[in-house]
């Protein structure tokens, strides 16, 4: 089968949290695997928040080769997408913009990063195993995205939609495949279409999304 690798970036968009898998370092040629929350930066790439004390931190250190599986959903049944992604996660030094953005959507990290002890690394993807199902599975060489925003354009277009999004829904971030929201607390994505490949369409696009979400429901026994 051959797979795309948007669909090891949706995934990756909706999970949030998986399973790290490392080289062990207390137990030679053994792998340790640990469960961790991740952002993404805007080239779609894992970033994690991770204490000095913790033993994939150690791992990381002396062996940079590393696993990430995501699941689609809850559960562990068989028919489940999910994909492993392969490649080296290393110290990041953030700037500001990807601080900020990490800290949008995951912003519990801050008492964290209060406590001084905590780092972030970033996993430079290579390649990824993806099955979406039964039959529909394959390895594919990870591809950075299209097109990207760059942080201060994310950004600017984020200060746009915050003004137009409804009581209850918190803007995360917006990239040329789709609009993350929190609405009512709860996680949401939504793909987008620009028309076209600049930022004032790409706007236009994640404006739109949010106008939807204003529009009431239909009337009963309404087309």
Same mark, same amino acid.
């Given at each position: 089968m051959k797979v795309d690798y948007a669909e090891v970036r949706r995934l990756l968009r909706l999970g949030g949290a998986g399973a790290l898998g490392t080289h062990?370092?207390?137990?030679a040629g053994y792998p340790f695997v640990s469960s961790l929350p991740y952002g993404l930066d805007?080239?779609? *790439?894992?970033?994690? @928040?991770?204490?000095?004390l913790a033993e994939h931190t150690r791992n990381l250190l002396a062996d940079p080769r590393a696993s990430l599986l995501v699941l689609e959903g809850e559960g562990g049944r068989l028919d489940q997408a999910r994909v492993t992604l392969l490649g080296r996660v290393l110290p990041l030094e953030p700037g500001e913009a990807i601080r900020t953005r990490y800290l *949008?959507?995951?912003? $519990?990290?801050?008492?964290?990063?209060a406590l001084g002890d905590f780092r972030? !690394?970033?996993? $430079?993807?290579?390649?990824? *195993? !993806?099955i979406g199902g039964f039959g529909r599975m394959g390895w594919v060489d990870a591809c950075p995205l299209p097109q990207q925003l760059d942080?201060?354009?994310?950004?600017? @277009? @984020? $200060?746009n939609l915050a003004r137009l999004a409804p009581p209850g829904v918190s803007v995360l971030g917006v990239d040329f495949e789709g609009l993350d929201l929190r609405i009512c607390g709860v996680f949401r994505r939504r793909c987008l279409a620009p028309a076209g490949h600049g930022t004032a369409q790409l706007l236009e696009a994640a404006s739109e999304a949010l106008r939807r979400l204003e529009a009431p429901p239909p009337e009963a026994g309404l087309a």
């Amino acid at each position: 089968m051959k797979v795309d690798y948007a669909e090891v970036r949706r995934l990756l968009r909706l999970g949030g949290a998986g399973a790290l898998g490392t080289h062990a370092v207390s137990a030679a040629g053994y792998p340790f695997v640990s469960s961790l929350p991740y952002g993404l930066d805007e080239a779609c *790439r894992p970033v994690f @928040l991770v204490s000095g004390l913790a033993e994939h931190t150690r791992n990381l250190l002396a062996d940079p080769r590393a696993s990430l599986l995501v699941l689609e959903g809850e559960g562990g049944r068989l028919d489940q997408a999910r994909v492993t992604l392969l490649g080296r996660v290393l110290p990041l030094e953030p700037g500001e913009a990807i601080r900020t953005r990490y800290l *949008r959507y995951r912003p $519990e990290a801050a008492d964290y990063l209060a406590l001084g002890d905590f780092r972030f !690394f970033r996993m $430079e993807p290579e390649r990824a *195993r !993806f099955i979406g199902g039964f039959g529909r599975m394959g390895w594919v060489d990870a591809c950075p995205l299209p097109q990207q925003l760059d942080p201060a354009a994310e950004a600017g @277009l @984020l $200060e746009n939609l915050a003004r137009l999004a409804p009581p209850g829904v918190s803007v995360l971030g917006v990239d040329f495949e789709g609009l993350d929201l929190r609405i009512c607390g709860v996680f949401r994505r939504r793909c987008l279409a620009p028309a076209g490949h600049g930022t004032a369409q790409l706007l236009e696009a994640a404006s739109e999304a949010l106008r939807r979400l204003e529009a009431p429901p239909p009337e009963a026994g309404l087309a």
